[in-house]
């Protein structure tokens, strides 16, 4: 017996409007005035920064400001710099590569939508039929289940500062959710055209972050079809047709790669020892790792996911169950694989536990549902609460304690009030204070009360961050103010530079500083710039070995880095 009995006033849809609303408000903070950060965010920019601004041997062989970096794939950078070209005239290359994460916020969160819908309106998803009539329509039934399969994807911890950031992740996630819908499709009806566009996001997959991902989700789709009993020599025919899909589109990065050999390299040879270094044995550290992270990163989805997989355990070979279970244990398995784990590996488990998550609401007790609920009420806005006081006081200076403990890792920061971004953190914190009442007030029997909170509070969180305090962390996380200082230094009609600076820094010194740094290939310049340690006496400097001498032009660093440093060298003649 199914284990859901749902009437159809459970089932109303959340309003259309409320939903975009949501979503624009999750995408859109932190798109205008914000840096480049360190790290991947800063590096992947500059992929693309370089991309757009360079020529085919740049597209072809991944680089920053000439620091090669072929590994990953380049269809991310492809489409950073492509929406550079296109709106980056608007406010900067910077705004413009940040476009290209509303459009993959945008097939992704259609993508979980649609996912949850095709599934839920199956016969095999149905509620049990009530006695006297009432129960929901399909239609109506597979929507609810989709907007609760959004509302719990928006929720999840994991996902929120990696679908704003301009690297390869955001990107990867998308299509992971693109594909598990695809396969949905797929396995509903096997067919050339399905098994042609899951090919495509299969090699959409691959030109991202290789190709061990993409195969183990093939054998993770011939496993469905045998869960699910369907033919298997029809199913085999199709997924090898998806496979050749997948190459040819593949290939096309490769191919003109190895005949053009940009920059006298091939991609082929980096980029496939880059996947084989990305499986290993499982270890303890990964299970340790994943066990870990994975309890907050996949928050609040995961144990909603485990409760569908129980509550639905005696209803054998269905698709709501089967499809994103099987994709769950292969990327499960694929993150235990890994051999130095971080959060790039749990990011494509979101989807498909985010569309099985939709499935357990149905069977949650009102109890764990109100504990839910209180939970997120209590935690999300406390939170708020102390943002608005840690805001309130690095401009008042009260509370003295706490203005002084948020200003000390931000020495020589000067906090100014900006009123716009005050006036939609406010608006975001009334709209709140108007949602945690209607949902207390009201007590709506719909099936997605159980996670609004949880979405709305994470959304109010992340407003506040990039509205509040995004100078403060622009300040922090980005090299700009140091760039600024090198270019100053810098002497005139400098040619190129030749540096051992990591790629976020790279990609920073170039565009806000116009370092002409040497390109791939190129090897003598008549500057350095060095980044050690300030740890590290002079005497043990690293500079290059072919020179002769140099003289030091210039050395700083980041305010809020007491431990990294740049310094600027020329070569004596």
């Known amino acids: 017996m199914k284990p859901v009995r749902l009437p159809a006033a459970a089932t109303l849809a959340l309003p259309r409007w409320a939903l975009f609303a949501l979503g624009l408000l999750y995408i859109l903070p932190g798109l205008i005035g914000r840096e480049p950060w360190k790290n991947d965010d800063a590096a992947s920019f500059g992929i693309m920064w370089t991309m757009a601004h360079g020529g085919l041997n740049d597209w072809l062989w991944p680089n920053v400001a000439g620091l090669s970096m072929p590994e990953e794939g380049p269809l991310a950078f492809w489409l950073g710099a492509i929406f550079i070209k296109l709106f980056g005239w608007i406010d900067g290359d910077v705004f413009g590569a940040r476009m290209s994460t509303i459009g993959i916020f945008v097939v992704s969160t259609l993508s979980v939508w649609y996912t949850a819908f095709h599934l839920g309106r199956r016969n095999d998803a149905q509620p049990l039929r009530l006695a006297f009539g009432g129960q929901?329509?399909?239609?109506?039934?597979?929507?609810?289940?989709?907007?609760?399969?959004?509302?719990?994807?928006?929720?999840?911890?994991?996902?929120?500062?990696?679908?704003?950031?301009?690297?390869?992740?955001?990107?990867?996630?998308?299509?992971?959710?693109y594909l598990l819908y695809r396969s949905v499709r797929?396995?509903?009806?096997?067919?050339?055209?399905?098994?042609?566009?899951?090919?495509?996001?299969?090699?959409?997959?691959?030109?991202?972050?290789?190709?061990?991902?993409?195969?183990?989700?093939?054998?993770?789709?011939?496993?469905?079809?045998?869960f699910l009993r369907l033919p298997l020599l029809?199913?085999?025919?199709?997924?090898?047709?998806?496979?050749?899909?997948?190459?040819?589109?593949?290939?096309v990065w490769l191919l003109p790669g190895e005949l053009i050999q940009p920059y006298g390299h091939s991609p082929l040879q980096a980029w496939?020892?880059?996947?084989?270094?990305?499986?290993?044995?499982?270890?303890?550290?990964?299970?340790?790792?994943?066990?870990?992270?994975?309890i907050w990163f996949f928050w609040p989805a995961w144990p909603f996911a485990a409760w569908a997989v129980y509550a639905w355990r005696r209803q054998h070979h269905v698709l709501h169950i089967v499809v994103p279970l099987t994709f769950v244990a292969m990327l499960a398995i694929l993150g235990l694989c890994h051999p130095d784990p971080d959060p790039s590996q749990l990011l494509p488990l979101l989807p498909p536990l985010a569309v099985m998550a939709a499935f357990g609401l149905l069977t949650m007790k009102?109890?764990?549902?109100?504990?839910?609920?209180?939970?997120?009420v209590m935690v999300l806005t406390i939170c708020a609460f102390v943002l608005w006081l840690f805001w309130f006081a690095t401009l008042t200076g009260w509370p003295p304690r706490m203005a002084y403990n948020a200003l000390k890792l931000l020495p020589g920061f000067k906090p100014e009030l900006e009123l716009v971004a005050f006036f939609v953190a406010a608006c975001v914190s009334a709209g709140w204070v108007a949602l945690v009442h209607w949902r207390i007030s009201r007590q709506p029997a719909v099936l997605w009360r159980a996670v609004v909170l949880s979405s709305g509070g994470l959304i109010l969180i992340w407003v506040l961050i990039m509205t509040l305090f995004?100078?403060?962390?622009?300040?922090?996380?980005?090299?700009?103010?140091?760039?600024?200082?090198?270019s100053i230094h810098l002497p005139p009609n400098s040619k190129c530079i030749n540096s051992n600076v990591g790629p976020a820094q790279r990609a920073t010194f170039g565009y806000y500083g116009r370092l002409p740094f040497a390109e791939v290939g190129q090897k003598q310049c008549d500057l350095y710039l060095?980044?050690?340690?300030?740890?590290?006496?002079?005497?043990?400097?690293?500079?290059?070995?072919?020179?002769?001498?140099?003289?030091?032009?210039?050395?700083g660093r980041?305010?809020?880095?007491?431990?990294?440093?740049?310094?600027?060298?020329q070569r004596v003649r």
């Not at 995004?470 to 090198?486: D, F, G, M, R």
């Open 272 to 294: 496939m020892e880059w996947n084989c270094r990305q499986f290993s044995p499982p270890s303890v550290k990964s299970l340790q790792y994943f066990l870990r992270v994975g």
């Open 186 to 226: 797929y396995v509903e009806g096997p067919s050339v055209r399905n098994a042609a566009l899951l090919g495509l996001a299969l090699g959409g997959l691959t030109l991202t972050r290789g190709w061990i991902t993409p195969a183990a989700l093939v054998i993770a789709m011939l496993l469905c079809t045998v």
């Open 366 to 376: 009102r109890g764990a549902i109100n504990a839910i609920d209180w939970f997120s």
């Open 136 to 177: 929901p329509e399909p239609d109506d039934f597979g929507r609810t289940l989709a907007d609760a399969a959004v509302l719990i994807y928006l929720g999840c911890l994991g996902l929120l500062q990696h679908s704003h950031d301009i690297t390869a992740e955001a990107l990867y996630v998308s299509l992971m959710a």
């Open 234 to 251: 029809r199913s085999v025919r199709h997924l090898a047709l998806a496979v050749l899909v997948a190459i040819g589109l593949t290939l």
């Open 530 to 555: 060095l980044q050690d340690s300030t740890r590290v006496a002079d005497k043990q400097e690293r500079l290059p070995k072919h020179a002769a001498g140099w003289v030091k032009l210039w050395e």
């Open 558 to 569: 980041r305010p809020t880095d007491d431990v990294e440093r740049f310094r600027l060298y």
């Open 470 to 486: 995004l100078p403060e962390l622009n300040y922090s996380k980005s090299y700009t103010s140091v760039a600024h200082q090198i």
